[in-house]
T-cell receptor, first 113, second 114 residues
Framework: GEDVEQSLFLSVREGDSSVINCTYT??????LYWYKQEPGAGLQLLTYIFSNMDMKQDQRLTVLLNKKDKHLSLRIADTQTGDSAIYFCAESPRDSSASKIIFGSGTRLSIRP | DVKVTQSSRYLVKRTGEKVFLECVQD?????MFWYRQDPGLGLRLIYF???????EKGDIPEGYSVSREKKERFSLILESASTNQTSMYLC?????????????FGPGTRLTVT
């Protein structure tokens, strides 16, 4: 079945890099996503990667996709206090109706001074 | 910018009450979704709709129903609220089609059933 797994918590020191990992099960997924949820807010798309890519970089964000292991990671360089949030990994299975997206449980990133 | 709005940010209801959660999007999206978010469980899909008057059950539809009479509006209904429906409810919308990749979310409604 469809499943996306990620760890629940990550704590990093301000200025260090944060790496959030995720595994997914559907190898047919067209897109893989990272969404960010700040306290009291809905989810906002942070970045996404198309399934035929291995890496995508966008300023401080680097997404790595290992299709063989069905592993997705998000690296945030020079982590700042404003990066404190819950980060959701998600996949979009190719055969899903109505463009369904499957979300992981979310990783809460906290920043230590 | 796409905007998805939800009728309430916070709601407190009593057990057995009928509850309506409203969601409106302004970008003419075909697809709309209702999720509930619980700590450690992520987002779970309750219902989705791919067109006016069309709906499909998601992963946890029990205890819920939905209504989509107009393209921009998708309502979630709790026919008889129970305490285990205390949760954060998130609405989302998305354009149909294989090139559409982003799902846009509303700010959420935190529902407490006492």
């Amino acid at each position: 079945g469809e499943d996306v797994e990620q760890s629940l918590f990550l704590s990093v020191r301000e200025g260090d890099s944060s790496v959030i990992n995720c595994t997914y099960t559907d190898s047919s997924s067209t897109y893989l996503y990272w969404y960010k949820q700040e306290p009291g807010a809905g989810l906002q798309l942070l970045t996404y990667i198309f399934s035929n890519m291995d890496m995508k970089q966008d300023q401080r964000l680097t997404v790595l996709l290992n299709k063989k292991d069905k592993h997705l990671s998000l690296r945030i360089a020079d982590t700042q206090t404003g990066d404190s949030a819950i980060y959701f990994c998600a996949e979009s299975p190719r055969d899903s109706s109505a463009s369904k997206i499957i979300f992981g449980s979310g990783t809460r990133l906290s920043i230590r001074p | 910018d796409v905007k998805v709005t939800q009728s309430s940010r916070y709601l407190v209801k009593r057990t057995g009450e009928k509850v309506f959660l409203e969601c409106v999007q302004d970008m003419d999206h075909e697809n709309m979704f209702w999720y509930r978010q619980d700590p450690g469980l992520g987002l779970r899909l309750i219902y989705f709709s791919y067109d006016v008057k069309m709906k499909e059950k998601g992963d946890i539809p029990e205890g819920y129903s939905v209504s989509r009479e107009k393209k921009e509006r998708f309502s979630l209904i709790l026919e008889s609220a129970s305490t285990n429906q205390t949760s954060m409810y998130l609405c989302a919308s998305r354009l149909a089609g294989p090139t559409s990749y982003e799902q846009y979310f509303g700010p959420g409604t935190r529902l407490t059933v006492t």
